[in-house]
C-alpha cells in the first residue's frame, strides 16, 4: 500500500453532544467507519477555568480515514470546532499497522482529489498517547503521579476484560473485570518520565493492577496550542 493510502485511526475528543457533529463531517468526505464513545476528561476545577473548558463529560470518536485525506480532514474538524482555541477540543491521529483489506478499497476514493488542500495544515510537533488500562477507581492515582511529571489531563473510558473469567489470579496478581482506560496526551519528551511515574504509582505492583504502553501520534491539533499559550503566560 502506498504511504499515501495508508489508513490512519483519527481520534476526537469533543464536549459531549458534540461527537455527532464530527462524525457528520467525516461523513460528507466519504468516510463511514466510525464510532462514538462516552468518556470524560480528568482535567481538574482549575485547569478547566484557564482552558475556559465548559464540562468534563466528553464524545470520543474513532474514526479510519486514509492518510492523504487527514490533515485536511484536521483542518476541517478545526473550523468546526475551533481547536486551536485552547479547551475546544482535540484530534489526532494514530498509525495502524493492519486494517481490514476491504477498509482501503472503500476509504481511499477520491484521496488523490484532496492531496493538494493537506499542505494547509503544518505537521504537528511529536506526541504520544499513553494507555493506562488500571482497576476502577484508580483513575485519580494515574492523573495525580502523571500531572506531577507535567501532564495536562487526559479522557478516561470505562472498560471490562473478558476473558480468563476462571482464572482468579494471574501471575500472583487478582484481576478485576471493570476496568479504567485512561488516555494521556504528551509531547514526547516527557512520555517516560510520565509512564515511569504512573508504573511507580498504579503498575502491576500495586493495587491498581496497571498496564501501561504507549502509541505515536502522527498529526494532532489542539493540544500543543494549549501549552504554547501556557509556556507563553509563564514567560
Known sequence: MAETDRIKLLVTIVDRGKGSAAVDIYR?????????CMGFGTANSQILDYF??????????????????????????????HLS??????VFSLPLSAVSGQVPQVLCKGGKEEKKEEKAVESAAKYDL????????SLDIVMDAAREQGARGGTVLH????????????????LQPEKEIIAILVPSAQKMSIMRAVNRAAGLNTECRGLLFSLPVEDMMGLQDALEQDTQDKN
Not at 54 to 74: G, H, M, N, Q
Not at 85 to 90: A, D, E, L, S, Y
Not at 130 to 137: A, K, M, Q
Open 28 to 36: 460528507s468526505h466519504g468516510l463511514h467507519f466510525d464510532d462514538l
Open 52 to 81: 475556559g473548558l465548559s464540562e468534563t463529560e466528553k464524545d470520543v470518536v474513532f474514526t479510519l480515514a486514509p492518510a492523504s485525506k487527514v490533515r485536511y480532514l484536521i483542518e476541517k474538524v478545526d473550523e468546526r470546532f
Open 85 to 90: 482555541n485552547p479547551g475546544r477540543g482535540i
Open 130 to 137: 499513553i494507555l493506562v488500562i488500571v482497576n476502577r477507581d
Open 159 to 174: 472498560g471490562r476484560r473478558v476473558g480468563l473469567e476462571d482464572e482468579d489470579n494471574l501471575f500472583g496478581f487478582t
